[in-house]
T-cell receptor, first 115, second 113 residues
Framework: ETGVTQSPTHLIKTRGQQVTLRCSSQSGHNTVSWYQQALGQGPQFIFQYYREEENGRGNFPPRFSGLQFPNYSSELNVNALELDDSALYLC??????????????FGPGTRLLVL | AQSVTQLGSHVSVSEGALVLLRCNYSSSVPPYLFWYVQYPNQGLQLLLKYTTGATLVKGINGFEAEFKKSETSFHLTKPSAHMSDAAEYFCAVTSSGTYKYIFGTGTRLKVLA
């Protein structure tokens, strides 16, 4: 079991609403990455934060945004929710920025349902 | 660009039989390869990873994988399946200097009694 926690575990929203998901990274880690895992699919990279700055972004629209705090915890915000945003959102923490051999530790995820 | 293809979205094996889950990758730079397991309603757990060096990598729970550059493959094996191995397995690729992992679509392993 990793030291990465996410809240809430489940969430139901309606189309057009906004949502904030939270992630507490493992002790000593300064990098947080967010992934979206749609049903039956593999995780897709949303973005990564390193020392409170966005360090890279996948193919997601600007209504997906994030924050990282001085304690390295992180938030994922999604505005104007669409039905296709329904997914499991995973956060992963690591130490350093390079994707190289650095191991990412995944949290249990937040399952979002948009109605 | 990098990509991962997992052949077989569902694989069934009998308890005690060999497990073979297939992963092929595409990468224009030396890849780092990973296998993760996901149990229902849980996050991803690292099984094993290949970075450099020995091409046969041993992981947790008796799993191993072999990096074959000539075949661009990184198949996951386990000699004898156990009921507790039933889960979804994901292959992922990244490389030095990048910040994201590219995951395959996953293979759901079912173990029959």
């Amino acid at each position: 079991e990793t030291g990465v926690t996410q809240s809430p575990t489940h969430l139901i929203k309606t189309r057009g609403q906004q949502v904030t998901l939270r992630c507490s990274s493992q002790s000593g880690h300064n990098t947080v990455s967010w992934y979206q895992q749609a049903l039956g699919q593999g995780p897709q990279f949303i973005f990564q934060y390193y020392r409170e700055e966005e360090n890279g972004r996948g193919n997601f629209p600007p209504r997906f945004s994030g924050l990282q705090f001085p304690n390295y915890s992180s938030e994922l915000n999604v505005n104007a929710l669409e039905l296709d945003d329904s997914a499991l959102y995973l956060c992963a923490s690591s130490s350093g920025t390079s994707g190289g051999p650095v191991r990412q530790y995944f949290g249990p995820g937040t399952r979002l349902l948009v109605l | 660009a990098q990509s991962v293809t997992q052949l077989g979205s569902h694989v069934s094996v009998s308890e005690g039989a060999l497990v073979l889950l297939r992963c092929n990758y595409s990468s224009s730079v030396p890849p780092y390869l990973f296998w993760y397991v996901q149990y229902p309603n849980q996050g991803l757990q690292l099984l094993l990873k290949y970075t450099t060096g020995a091409t046969l990598v041993k992981g947790i729970n008796g799993f191993e994988a072999e990096f074959k550059k000539s075949e661009t493959s990184f198949h996951l094996t386990k000699p004898s399946a156990h009921m507790s191995d039933a889960a979804e397995y994901f292959c992922a690729v990244t490389s030095s200097g990048t910040y994201k992992y590219i995951f395959g679509t996953g293979t759901r392993l079912k173990v029959l009694a």
